[in-house]
């Protein structure tokens, strides 16, 4: 019903039509809050939290930007670990790596094992096995097998690594080699369209059956190239000024070959240019997609009973410190802000999700597999033994005193704790009877990560020291524990702690 600006309509007849209304179709119409949910989850591939327009107006989300106004975004969000496969192994179990085992990125080739996950239940185990239709349209790398239908996904639309090696998954436009439910697929365009695209006919398909569908795009992961042209151009004149290519940090980078490679800083700045320009139009090309899938999902009147979540495995340096990457960036590793920061924003039905928060809570990733959980009212089959808490009760807008006390993150032999002022990161030793090495920073300033302090003495320091040892205690096994690192299956050829 539509009602012309200037003009109103009796309030009483409003109401007395309302009341027909329900009256007469009220009874044939299953109550909508009896309806199982759906999910679309949108995950990107080394997007940094800053990367999106909420944070900076010159960066063009504008989709992503009406489901955090709209819903909730989540600014201290984090991911568990820096580096793609063992943060989406956290986001699938609800663990962290040392309790799933997974600890760095998986090399089809260069991985001593196949099934990193056995044994683990995953959030599309608990979907699948209570009536949704699940399906996956994209980047999964949280384990080596070509096809793991058995792991509750109806469909699997993924990448065929036999057919082109491991970077052509990474193609965002041209000829990308695919694998759908284990059977070979060539597609020539921009793959991100692809993966929409398939989404959306996945939902169309689902039917009456309640969905669970997650599109795992790989922008913006480098190459930085190959976007489209429309896209990068709108960059060029400002991208170096969103990130300024910085000097480097304490720690030894690998980007030195990038630098390096570069004969001038006049050269250097072009080339930086040009990389954040890729990389934002990666980030503008995802936002598009996010378009496409709110509309089929209005279209086909099943947004106000969908819950969005978008957000990133890990955050993403390009050009901060002086840095190309993420946690493997440099060696040693590291867990800087900006390689664990990421971006939360979930939008969801409006008499449970209030518009317009913005929250500070300390949330990470691993958080998301309790919540589905909770807004499906699916209860897991056995003691979920990870740290995971549920949004629920932050998405209607409650406030909760102490949500988290700390942020906790790891790599390797890396372990972090944070309280949003001081940040410990502890390197543990190959041998046990080896002392540690520690790290101090304070944050608060921006990139106040270049240079370490001395540690606090006192309460503090022995207080964040303590919390540090008890939770990894508590969130580790014996046989995944990345304080045994040296002794776990091999991931890949390059482990930064090796």
Request: hydrophobic residues 35%.
């Amino acid at each position: 019903m539509t009602i012309e600006k200037g003009k109103q309509m009796d309030k009483n007849k409003i109401i007395g039509l309302t009341l027909g209304i329900w009256l007469f179709f009220g009874p044939l119409v299953k109550p909508f809050a009896d309806s199982p949910p759906n999910f679309l989850v949108i995950m990107t591939d080394d997007q940094g939290k800053w990367a999106l327009g909420q944070y900076d107006p010159r960066i063009q989300t504008p989709n992503i930007d009406y489901l955090a106004q709209n819903g909730v975004r989540f600014d201290e969000a984090i991911s568990p670990v820096p580096v793609c496969s063992p943060a989406r192994a956290s986001f699938f179990t609800g663990k962290t790596p040392s309790q799933h085992g997974v600890h760095d990125f998986l090399s089809t080739s260069d991985s001593s094992q196949d099934n990193w996950l056995e044994g683990e239940r995953l959030i599309s185990d608990e979907l699948s096995e209570n009536g949704y239709a699940v399906g996956l349209f994209g980047k999964w790398h949280a384990d080596t097998r070509d096809w793991i239908g058995r792991e509750g996904f109806d469909e699997f639309l993924t990448y065929d690594e036999r057919e082109a090696g491991w970077i052509n998954q990474y193609l965002h436009s041209g000829r990308v080699y695919f694998s759908r439910n284990g059977i070979p697929e060539k597609y020539t365009g921009i793959q991100a369209r692809f993966l929409a695209e398939n989404a959306i006919r996945f939902i169309t398909r689902a039917g009456a059956k309640p969905f669970a569908t997650f599109v795992m795009f790989t922008q913006p992961h480098f190459p930085f190239a190959a976007l489209p042209e429309r896209l990068v151009e709108s960059y060029r004149s400002v991208g170096s000024e969103i990130v300024q290519l910085e000097p480097k940090g304490s720690l030894a980078s690998r980007a030195d070959r990038v630098q390096d490679s570069v004969a001038n800083a006049e050269d250097l700045e072009k080339v930086h240019a040009e990389n954040i320009a890729q990389y934002l139009a990666a980030v503008t090309l995802v936002d598009e997609q996010v378009g496409q899938l709110v509309d089929a999902l209005e279209s086909r009147d099943l947004l106000k009973n969908t819950y969005i979540i978008f957000t990133s495995d890990h955050g993403h340096m390009t050009g901060q410190y002086g840095l190309y990457g993420k946690g493997n960036a440099t060696r040693p590793q590291n867990l800087y802000q900006e390689s664990i920061n990421i971006p939360l924003v979930i939008y969801g039905p409006e008499h449970l999700v209030k518009r317009a928060q913005i929250r500070q809570e300390f949330v990470n990733l691993y958080d998301l597999f309790p919540t589905i959980l909770e807004l499906s009212k699916i209860e897991f089959q056995t003691h979920y033994a990870g740290p995971g808490k549920s949004l629920v009760p932050l998405l209607s807008g409650k406030e909760i005193k102490d949500f988290r006390r700390y942020q906790y993150a790891e790599y390797g032999n890396a372990r972090m704790i944070h309280d949003g002022n001081l940040k410990l990161v502890r390197y543990y030793k190959q041998r046990p009877e080896d002392s540690y090495r520690e790290i101090w920073f304070q944050l608060g300033a921006k990139k106040s990560e270049r240079l370490p302090i001395t540690a606090p003495e006192g309460k503090i320091g022995l207080e964040m020291r303590s919390a540090l040892e008890r939770f990894f205690s508590r969130y580790e096994t014996s046989d995944h524990s990345g304080r045994k690192i040296w002794d776990l299956p091999k991931h890949n050829g390059s482990e930064p702690w090796r």
